[in-house]
């Protein structure tokens, strides 16, 4: 768990500064843990990012942080929230995460995107951390890959700004460069 809360803004800190952040981020090993099945948690993460139990949206940002380090996506697609002693279903809309921000360093090729997610976390767009498009009616759903086959869904705003940069650019194709990697646009989901 990070000892220092994160940042309200990414335009304040260097990418240096970002890459530590991201490398201090320890989570509990979810993954490991194969806890009784308890039953429902009786929440929620809205498509917005907002978090609910009971129908009514959890206020505290601290709680909201702590669940999110313990959400893990089941092989069937679902989500739990894990400890090491009990397993409950969460509901989850859309993405359990929301990038609410993006900071923008380098041009083309060395081009480098640093998220900011709405718990607070940071993640890098890369080999690691990829980014999709998928497309539908109501238009572009970008989504970048954020830990334990879970992905944050792109902000319309953040979208704006991603799309901005990629129409800026001289490739060939439409798509973004983050840490050597290519995502082009329309990749299928």
């Not at 320890?26 to 993460?45: A, K, Q």
């Not at 697609?77 to 279903?89: F, H």
């Not at 080999?127 to 970048?144: C, I, K, T």
Request: net charge negative; with cysteine; charged share 25%.
């Amino acid at each position: 768990m990070p000892t220092t809360p994160p940042p309200e803004d990414l335009s304040t800190l260097s990418l240096v500064e970002i890459a530590r952040l991201v490398e201090e981020r320890r989570l509990p090993p979810v993954e490991s843990w194969n806890p009784t099945y308890c039953g429902d948690s009786e929440m929620r993460i809205a498509r917005d990012g907002t978090w609910f139990h009971q129908g009514s949206p959890i206020g505290r940002m601290p709680m909201v942080r702590l669940f999110s380090t313990i959400l893990r996506r089941e092989a069937d697609g679902g989500y739990v929230l894990v400890t090491p002693a009990e397993k409950l279903d969460i509901e989850v809309e859309d993405a359990p995460f929301v990038a609410v921000e993006v900071k923008i360093e380098g041009e083309g090729r060395d081009t480098i995107l640093a998220f900011r997610l709405n718990t607070g976390d940071m993640v890098v767009a890369g080999e690691d951390h990829p980014l999709r498009f998928e497309s539908r009616d109501d238009g572009p759903h970008p989504y970048l890959m954020v830990r334990g086959n879970m992905e944050a869904l792109v902000a319309r705003s953040v979208w704006y700004e991603l799309a901005n940069l990629a129409l800026a650019s001289d490739d060939d194709q439409t798509g973004l460069w983050s840490q050597g990697v290519f995502f082009p646009f329309g990749t299928p989901a």
